[in-house]
């Protein structure tokens, strides 16, 4: 396991998805990497503080301009 390995299973190792010896190699790789120990750290606390956070409903309108926004944050064509 590598550091962009971690970016991309650290929800799935939150959420504890992760098969035994991948989560293996990940753990490992956090208790020699500071900066992935950080994001690990980073990411439970996040989870835990929005997880008690009560649900905005946005108004259409803004949904839709944060939708499109994003897509072209991301390159992705827009949907039908």
């Known amino acids: 396991m590598?550091?962009?390995?971690?970016?991309?299973?650290?929800?799935?190792y939150i959420d504890g998805?992760?098969?035994?010896?991948?989560?293996?190699?990940?753990?490992v790789h956090v208790g020699e990497c500071w900066?992935?120990?950080v994001l690990v750290e980073?990411?439970?606390h996040?989870?835990?503080v929005f997880f008690d956070c009560d649900l905005v409903d946005f108004p259409a309108e803004v949904k839709t301009r944060?939708?499109?926004k994003l897509r072209r944050?991301?390159?992705n064509p827009p949907s039908r």
């Open 2 to 12: 590598n550091c962009d390995g971690v970016v991309r299973s650290v929800s799935s």
């Open 46 to 48: 996040t989870v835990r």
């Open 66 to 68: 944060l939708r499109e």
């Open 35 to 37: 900066e992935c120990k």
């Open 73 to 75: 944050k991301i390159g």
């Open 42 to 44: 980073q990411t439970k």
């Open 17 to 27: 998805e992760l098969e035994a010896t991948v989560r293996h190699e990940f753990e």
